[in-house]
Nanobody
Framework: QVQLVESGGGLVQPGGSLRLSCAAS????????MGWYRQAPGKERELVAA???????NYADSVKGRFTLSRDYAKNTLYLQMISLKPEDTAVYYC?????????????WGQGTQVTVSS
């Protein structure tokens, strides 16, 4: 059973920075893609950023130039570096890992970490 454990959320002022971490229970080499989603109150969960095993990255337009994904294979950890944070970045951030099969996909989710951007 895959477990994803997020950390690094918190309260930060506008313009500040945070780094989220997602530690996987197994090798992240086994995933076809990993990424971060977020869900703000009253809104649907949305993709923030994702990276494939082939190193292709995809960022939401709202975070391009401010958020950066990285991976540490030795630690089986995915990171999301966030700078120039805005109040509209406030949400619960979820780590996602995906395994792709011929006829199906398996998605794994972390428990979420709260990010609040407020003065």
């Amino acid at each position: 059973q895959v477990q994803l454990v997020e950390s690094g959320g918190g309260l930060v002022q506008p313009g500040g920075s945070l780094r989220l971490s997602c530690a996987a229970s197994g090798s992240i080499f086994s995933f076809n893609a990993m990424g971060w989603y977020r869900q703000a109150p009253g809104k649907e969960r949305e993709l923030v950023a994702a990276i494939t095993s082939g190193r292709t990255t995809n960022y939401a337009d709202s975070v391009k130039g401010r958020f950066t994904l990285s991976r540490d294979y030795a630690k089986n950890t995915l990171y999301l570096q966030m700078i120039s944070l805005k109040p509209e970045d406030t949400a619960v951030y979820y780590c996602n890992a995906k395994r792709t099969y011929i006829n199906s996909n398996l998605n794994y989710w972390g428990q979420g970490t709260q990010v609040t951007v407020s003065s």
